[in-house]
C-alpha cells in the first residue's frame, strides 16, 4: 500500500493498524520529496511503538542522522546496515539524437566497473558530427513548421470572444 493509505488509516484508527507488526518502508527518501515528504513523516510519527520499521533505499545520504532522528521520534534503537555495492551495475551511455545514422544508437561512455570507454565516447562524437553534417540549416524542422526559422503562428481568443481558454499567447496579458 501507498504511505498515503496508510497514513489515511492511522487517522481513521483502522483495527488493521493494531494487528500490525512491521511496516517496511521502501524508497523512504521520499521522506525528502516536497510534495509527498511531508506524508512519510506523518505514518513515521503515527506508528503505533509495537510497530516494527524496516527502511529501505539507496539514495538517503545522511543514513546514520536519518536513523537518530527515527530512532529519538519512536524512543527505539536503529540499526543502519549499508552497502557501497550496487546489485545492478551502472553503465552511462551517450544517446546523439533522433535523426542521421546514429539514431537508433547509443555509445557507452562509462561501463559497470566505473571505467571511461574513449571508444564509445569517440564514436558518439563521430555519430554526432555526422548527425550535423546531415541537418542542414531550414532543413527539416523548418520544413515542417518547426525551427527557430519556422513562421510563428497567431494564437486567438476562444470563439465568442469571451471567457474560455485564450492561448498560451495571451496567459500574461495586463
Sequence with gaps: MTTEILRSMLYNGSDIIR??????FDEVHYI???????????????LPSHVNIVMLSATVPNTSEF???VGRTKGRKMYV?????RPVPLEHYLYTGLT????????????AE???????YKAAMEAKK???????????????GRGRDAPTKEV???PGGGGGHKGAANYFEK
Design 114 to 120: 566505473g571505467a571511461f570507454v574513449p571508444k564509445g
Design 19 to 24: 494487528n500490525l507488526d512491521w511496516v517496511i
Design 156 to 158: 486567438g481568443r476562444a
Design 100 to 111: 542521421g545514422k546514429s539514431k537508433d544508437e547509443r555509445f557507452l561512455i562509462v561501463n
Design 81 to 85: 546496515i549499508s552497502t557501497l555495492k
Design 32 to 46: 525528502n520529496d516536497s510534495e509527498r515528504g511531508v506524508v512519510w513523516d506523518e505514518v513515521l510519527i503515527l
Design 130 to 144: 555526422s548527425k550535423e553534417k546531415d541537418v542542414k540549416p531550414g532543413g527539416a524542422a523548418a520544413a515542417a
Design 67 to 69: 536513523a537518530t532522528w
